[in-house]
Antibody
Framework: EVQLVESGGGLAQPGGSLRLSCAASGFSFGDHWMTWVRQAPGRGLEWVASIKKDGSEKQYEDSVKGRFTISRDNAKKTVNLQMNSLRVEDTAVFYC????????????WGQGTMVAVSS | DIQMTQSPSSLSASVGDRVTITCRASQNVNSYINWYQQKPGRAPKLLIFAASSVHGGAPPRFSGGSLGTDFTLTIFNLQPEDFATYYCQQSYSSPHTFGQGTKLEIK
C-alpha cells in the first residue's frame, strides 16, 4: 500500500524549533519530488516546501525561507522538515505529500501532523 | 508568484445538481492545474490534474476544463459524498500556489 506517515508535531513556543518526519512506503521513493503543505485551523491549503528526487534542489514558500529546511534520505525513504524560529502563525496541520511525475500534482498525502506554536 | 483566484468561496446545491467552480490564474500556467477535494479532518484527495485529466479513483462525474487562464471544475449529478471543500492548485511554477477553496454545502 502506498503510504506517507508523518510524525514530530506538537507544541512549541514562539522562537522554538520542531522537526517533522515523514516515512514513505509502497512506492519508489527516489523517483518523486516530495512536498510539505500546511493548513492553519479553519483556513485553506498552503504549499510550504518541496525537494527534488535526489535532494539537489529545494524550494520554499517566502514566509518560511531561512527558518525551515527540507531534507530527505532516500535510503531510509524519509523526508524531513526542520522548523526553526517558529511563529504563532506557523500553527497548522502539516501534510507530507508526494508529487506525481510529469504534471507535479500531489497524488499521495499523509494524514497530517499538528504543529501548535504558543506561549 | 502566481496567484490563484477561486470562486465562489461557498456554494449551496442539492443532490443531483450540476455545479461549477472556477479558478483564475494571474499568469499563464500552461494547463498545470490540479483540483482537490477535502473533507473535514481529512487530508485532501486529488481529483483532476493537467486541467482535465481525471485521477484514478475519482468518479467520472468530476470534470475539469479550461479557457485561457480560467479553469473549471464541474461536478455532474451531485452525490451526498461530494459535499466538501474544493481547492485548485497550479503546479507550473514554484511556489505551487493553491486557490482559497470553495465550500460546497447541501441546500
Amino acid at each position: 500500500e502506498v503510504q506517507l506517515v508523518e510524525s514530530g508535531g506538537g507544541l512549541a513556543q514562539p522562537g522554538g524549533s520542531l522537526r517533522l518526519s515523514c516515512a514513505a512506503s509502497g512506492f519508489s521513493f527516489g523517483d518523486h519530488w516530495m512536498t510539505w503543505v500546511r493548513q492553519a485551523p479553519g483556513r485553506g491549503l498552503e504549499w510550504v516546501a518541496s525537494i527534488k528526487k535526489d535532494g539537489s534542489e529545494k524550494q520554499y514558500e517566502d514566509s518560511v525561507k531561512g527558518r525551515f529546511t527540507i531534507s530527505r534520505d532516500n535510503a531510509k525513504k524519509t523526508v524531513n522538515l526542520q522548523m526553526n524560529s517558529l511563529r504563532v502563525e506557523d500553527t497548522a496541520v502539516f501534510y507530507c505529500a508526494r508529487r506525481q511525475r510529469g504534471w507535479d500534482a500531489i497524488d499521495i498525502w499523509g494524514q497530517g501532523t499538528m504543529v501548535a506554536v504558543s506561549s | 508568484d502566481i496567484q490563484m483566484t477561486q470562486s465562489p468561496s461557498s456554494l449551496s446545491a442539492s443532490v443531483g445538481d450540476r455545479v461549477t467552480i472556477t479558478c483564475r490564474a494571474s499568469q499563464n500556467v500552461n494547463s498545470y492545474i490540479n483540483w482537490y477535494q477535502q473533507k473535514p479532518g481529512r487530508a485532501p484527495k486529488l481529483l483532476i490534474f493537467a486541467a482535465s485529466s481525471v485521477h484514478g479513483g475519482a468518479p467520472p462525474r468530476f470534470s475539469g476544463g479550461s479557457l485561457g487562464t480560467d479553469f473549471t471544475l464541474t461536478i455532474f449529478n451531485l452525490q451526498p459524498e461530494d459535499f466538501a471543500t474544493y481547492y485548485c492548485q497550479q503546479s507550473y511554477s514554484s511556489p505551487h500556489t493553491f486557490g482559497q477553496g470553495t465550500k460546497l454545502e447541501i441546500k
